[in-house]
């Protein structure tokens, strides 16, 4: 079946440090997600994007859709304590009703003040 | 609008015992799914409705049985428990476009 690298597996840093994640896959998808989960908690869509090539901002958070459509990444800006989590990427290929997700394996953050 | 909730958010099994996990949503999304995550191994799907009275089984669907009560609820029940359906489970409503997770339920088969 279709699989996501994610990676890194985990980040170590410095609050204000910027951060980059990366997602890829062997296959094509129409939409890829990003989800960020709280200790004890369900994930929490981000950021989602549907076209090739697009780049979507939400505050400290920017996302992008790679041209060929196998691929996308997460930066987060001056990074903060609350930014710490597990960062998940998500494809999407949405045929009738279906959407069905494929997850990566996740980029656990953490963030030392 | 509470979004997508579930319950129990704990429960504790012996093997061979069955329970129903509930699920319901008041987004008024079509779609809704139920996930497991197990350590390292990011989110699974068991099973999917497309829409209500339809279902599907997902990447991981033995052992499980779910059922599309209405466009709001879908229920997810494991007949016998076993030690390796240990993990947490999360149900999600969305569109084709979306999904949005309830809070999760931890379940421990003994």
């Known amino acids: 079946g279709q699989q996501l690298n994610q990676s890194p597996q985990s980040m170590f840093i410095q609050e204000g440090e910027d951060v980059s994640m990366n997602c890829t896959s062997s296959?094509?998808?129409?939409?890829w997600l990003w989800y960020k989960q709280d200790p004890g908690e369900g994930p929490v869509l981000l950021i989602a994007?549907?076209?090739?090539?697009e780049l979507t901002s939400n505050g400290r958070l920017t996302a992008q859709f790679g041209i060929t459509r196998k691929d996308s990444f997460l930066n987060i800006s001056a990074s903060i304590p609350s930014d710490v989590g597990i960062y998940f990427c998500?494809?999407?290929?949405?045929?009738?009703?279906?959407?069905?997700?494929?997850f990566g394996k996740g980029t656990k953050l953490s963030v030392k003040p | 609008n509470a979004g997508v909730t579930q319950t129990p958010k704990f429960q504790v099994l012996k093997t061979g015992q069955s329970m129903t996990l509930q699920c319901a949503q008041d987004?008024?999304?079509?779609?809704m799914y139920w996930y497991r995550q197990d350590p390292g191994m990011g989110l699974r799907l068991i099973y999917y409705?497309?829409?209500?009275?339809?279902?599907d089984k997902g990447e991981v669907p033995n052992g499980y049985n779910v059922s599309r009560l209405n466009k709001r609820e879908f229920s997810l029940r494991l007949e016998s428990a076993a030690p390796s359906q240990t993990s947490v489970y999360f149900c999600?409503?969305?569109?084709?476009?979306?999904?949005?997770f309830g809070p999760g339920t931890r379940l421990t088969v003994l």
């Open positions: 999600a409503s969305g569109t084709s476009l979306e999904q949005f």
């Open positions: 296959s094509i998808f129409n939409t």
């Open positions: 994007l549907y076209k090739a090539g």
């Open positions: 998500a494809g999407m290929n949405y045929g009738g009703s279906q959407g069905n997700l494929i």
């Open positions: 987004m008024n999304h079509n779609s």
């Open positions: 409705s497309a829409s209500e009275g339809t279902t």
